[in-house]
């Protein structure tokens, strides 16, 4: 027969123990809820909800820069056929480009043996001026009181001189013909490969000196000066309007004779320091010469040593040549040496190597 459990262990707690252990309960939680946070927390906020205002803040993207204002691109200028409209080139652009730049390398084009020729010959040649500056209302002529001319004889020259940056060498003669009442001069120049360029004066012989008739220049081509008295006037071959003829006149190859033969005819009437001035014409143009005598100076030349007078024509204009040139009184004052400089500093030099009869 078995044994009935203790009651005790069957009888569950009162109802009222378990009230208020739970009442316990809530009041330790509520405690905790209420103060703990505000000690302990970060600042909690204990402001109902239902009076905190909901704010709303929209971020924009930023803003693009705007883009600088461009100028429309040029049009491309069409090809222009070689008998192209003019009124449609004209509405066409030209777009602008920067300027080539040259390679490191790069050598200008060397001179050609006719320019070299070219330079070499031109022994006195001067801008070409314009019909109103050639023909002065009275060039300053120097009176021509005695002359003394040389028989007939053939001048040998060494030629030197500087082109574009290159030297080079040349043969040049003066060939004089004195027949008493007439005269001949050729002056010719002449360089291996680069062939030859000649200057020809031809007139007659007066108490006065030389009269030219026509002075010549001949290259490739002739062009040529004409001296006519009669009409009063100096023509030209290259489709040059006409000078007024002065009494006195020389050309290029005349005036270097004229020059001598007066020093050689009144040693006394042109000391160092006086002027002489010659009215010269060339191929194309006319003007007046003048020089300035300087003192006699000694000189050593390919001929030997001698003793001249030295004449200079110094630049007058921005892109005029300085010619000198040098008389040797032992010789009859015959142009032992003519130097012609550019304004660039190009120059020839022709000295007296040689002397035989005409």
């Known amino acids: 027969m078995s044994t009935p459990a203790p009651a005790s262990l069957h009888t569950a707690p009162p109802r009222r123990a378990l009230a208020l252990l739970a009442m316990l309960v809530l009041i330790v939680h509520t405690l905790v809820l209420t103060f703990v946070p505000a000690r302990f927390g970060l600042g909690r906020d204990t402001a109902p909800l239902t009076e905190r205002p909901f704010v709303t803040r929209i971020i924009a993207p930023p803003q693009p820069a705007p883009a600088p204002e461009t100028a429309p691109a040029p049009a491309r200028k069409k090809p222009v056929a070689a ?73 040998d020259y060494k030629m030197t001189g500087s082109a574009k940056g290159l030297n080079y060498h040349a043969n040049a ?56 008295p009669e009409k009063n006037q100096i023509s030209f071959s290259a489709n040059t309007p006409t000078l007024p003829w002065v009494k006195g006149a020389q050309d290029r190859v005349s005036v270097f004779m004229q020059l001598g033969g007066m020093l050689a005819g009144n040693p006394a009437g042109f000391p160092a320091g006086s002027t002489i001035s010659i009215y010269t014409v060339g191929p194309r143009d006319a003007e007046t010469w003048t020089f300035l005598v300087e003192a006699e100076e000694k000189m050593s030349l390919p001929f030997g040593e001698l003793a001249a007078v030295k004449l200079t024509r110094q630049p007058r204009r921005e892109f005029d040549q300085k010619v000198e040139i040098w008389y040797a009184p032992s010789l009859g004052y015959l142009p032992v040496r003519n130097k012609i400089t550019q304004s660039n500093g190009d120059f020839i030099d022709q000295q007296l190597r040689a002397l035989s009869k005409g």
Do not use: C
């Not at 006719?114 to 002065?136: I, V």
């Open 173 to 228: 003669e003066l060939r004089w013909q004195n027949t008493g009442d007439a005269y001949d001069a050729l002056m010719r120049v002449s360089a291996l490969f680069l062939g030859s360029r000649s200057m020809a004066s031809t007139g007659q012989l007066g108490p006065e000196g030389l009269a030219p008739t026509r002075f010549s220049d001949k290259s490739r081509t002739e062009v040529a000066a004409h001296f006519e």
């Open 83 to 155: 008998m192209a409209d003019p009124a449609e080139e004209d509405n066409e652009v030209e777009p602008v480009r920067a300027p080539k730049q040259r390679p490191a390398d790069y050598v200008p084009d060397a001179p050609t043996p006719t320019d070299l020729l070219a330079e070499a010959a031109a022994r006195a040649e001067a801008p070409a001026a314009s019909a109103s500056e050639a023909a002065p209302a009275g060039p300053a002529e120097a009176p021509v009181t005695t002359i003394a001319l040389p028989a007939s004889i053939v001048l």
